[in-house]
Every structure is written in C-alpha cells, then in structure tokens.
C-alpha cells in the first residue's frame, strides 16, 4: 500500500512547467514527502524530498501543501529527457528509508 | 565519485540454474536495498540489509531467494532453481538509512530466464 495518490498520466509541452500532483491525505507528522523518476530501462532516480517547507533544487520544486495532505513537484521547464514515470512515495521519518513504490505518473513530453 | 554499480547488467539463466546479482553501494553507505521490477509492473521492496545483517526482508519470496551484504564486499542477491517467472529487473539501492535522506539506485540486473 504505496498511500499516495497520483495520476495515471500527464502530457505536456517542451520548455513548459510540468505541474505533478500528489495525494496523501493519511500521511503522519514523521513521513517524509519523496519523489523520485524511472526512465525508461533505468534505475529510479531521485528528484527531491521534504517534509513541510516547500523545497527547491537543481532538478524541481516540492510545493507541500499546508495541511500537508497533498504536495505537487514541479518541473519549471520540461524537456524531452524529463520523460518518465515520476513516483511520489512517502517515506517514514522513524524508519530506514524504505520506499513503496506505487504506479506513480507517466509524463509525456511533446516537442 | 561512483554511485551504485550493480553487475551483470544482463543476466540469462536456464531453468533451474542460480542466478547471483551483484551490488556494490555509494562509498560510505552502510544501508542496502533490493527491490524487484516484474514486467509492466511496478517497483517492489524486497529486502533490507545493513553490514553483515538483514534487516527487514518482508519483501523476499519465501524459498529460492536470498540475501546478503557482507563486512567485505558487495551485497549479493542469490536466486537458486530459477523459474521463468523470476525473469526480471532487479534493482539495487543505497542510503544512509533514514526518511531524510535520498536514495541512491543503480542500472539494474535484467534477469531473463529461458
């Protein structure tokens, strides 16, 4: 049980933000909000994580809501390389840092 | 600065055979991961090994398959009597081992049996 909730898919333009959104309306205090992004034929990649201030790195934002039971990552300028299944996993913060991989987003990157 | 190597990238066994994946972790990572990507599938957790322990392997079918991560050298992923629904991705990841920290991944065993 992966407890996030995302889209199935997502298209979008080259050199346009990419909003992704995700649901974790269950999520604990202690849980950690992590994305990460699988090409195809590789190994996932991490993108960025955070638990409640929004994050900023040179790959994405994290924007967590303030209930903290939804956040979105974005992609400020997409590329035809940003294509990928993009998962947004929960991540517990008393743990060891085992993630739970649910379907995750297939985002479509059009030229 | 290397990250995770896993070896062989491509592995083809027999029915029957084992199959041993490799995985050497991040410099300084005492925390190993294996999770396994079935065809069209999604990613799975395997196990969960530190140094010389496994630490949580819910994840790990109950016979044929084991683990483990030596105070010397990589973490080995052992499959004995392999069937074709053991053909695979097989994914292994280091970390410093808590929720606040990023997990790396490397390219993956493609196990394919025949």
């Known amino acids: 049980d992966a407890k996030t909730t995302q889209p199935n898919s997502m298209e979008s333009n080259e050199e346009e933000p990419v909003h992704l959104p995700c649901n974790h309306s269950?999520?604990?205090?202690?849980?950690?909000i992590h994305w990460y992004r699988q090409l195809p034929s590789q190994g996932p990649e991490y993108v960025i994580h955070?638990?409640?201030s929004n994050v900023n790195n040179r790959m994405a934002s994290l924007a967590i809501a303030e209930d903290r039971k939804s956040s979105t990552l974005i992609l400020h300028r997409a590329t035809l390389r940003d294509a990928a299944v993009y998962y947004c996993?929960?991540?517990?913060?008393?743990?060891?840092?085992?993630?739970?991989f649910g379907q995750g987003t297939i985002l479509t990157v059009h030229p | 600065n290397a990250g995770v190597m896993q070896n062989p990238r491509h592995l083809v066994r027999r029915r029957g055979q084992e199959a041993r994946l490799r995985c050497s972790p991040v410099?300084?990572?005492?925390?190993v991961y294996w999770y396994r990507q079935l065809p069209e599938e999604g990613l799975k957790f395997m196990v969960y090994?530190?140094?010389?322990?496994?630490?949580?392997e819910s994840g790990m079918p109950k016979e044929r398959f084991s683990a483990e991560f030596p105070k010397e050298g990589p973490s080995i992923l052992r499959i004995q009597q392999v069937v074709r629904g053991d053909s695979a991705a097989y994914f292994c990841?280091?970390?410093?081992?808590?929720?606040?920290?990023?997990?790396?991944f490397g390219q993956g065993t493609r196990l394919t049996v025949v």
């Open positions: 269950t999520i604990s205090g202690t849980d950690y």
């Open positions: 410099k300084g990572h005492s925390h």
């Open positions: 990841a280091s970390s410093l081992g808590t929720g606040n920290t990023e997990a790396f």
């Open positions: 996993i929960r991540v517990s913060g008393t743990s060891y840092g085992k993630l739970t």
């Open positions: 955070g638990l409640t």
């Open positions: 090994l530190q140094k010389e322990n496994i630490i949580d």
